[in-house]
């Protein structure tokens, strides 16, 4: 579930509906709402200061990760690619040998 949201919001996916796309901010504002105890009303000034929602930086870490992971994913391919291809092909090393012998004549 981790991995599908982390997704979700590093490809900008999901719609919460027509108007709201699923995002860091969005997402965060919703388990504030849905997670967080309720208000005192007898103080409620108290409790109403605005910090920064702990949910907000969670989802942007997983977002983070995911983005990096995928980066980090195509830079080992293009890594096993260029391990692979260090050597020459045989039609390389062919057409290599034809060029030097034309030089030498």
Known sequence: MKDQISRALATRYLKLNDKELLDVTNLAKR??????????????????????????????????????????????????????????TSAEDFAGMSLRASHLS
Not at 44 to 61: G, I, R
Not at 69 to 81: I, N, P, R, Y
Request: charged letters at 30%; aromatic letters at 10%.
């Open 31 to 88: 388990f504030d709402k849905k997670l967080s105890p309720p208000v005192n009303r007898y103080k409620p000034t108290e409790q109403a200061v605005s910090k920064p929602s702990e949910y907000e930086d969670y989802l942007a870490k997983l977002r983070l990760h995911y983005l990096i992971t995928g980066q980090l994913e195509a830079l080992q391919s293009k890594w096993e690619s260029i391990k692979l291809s260090k050597g020459l």
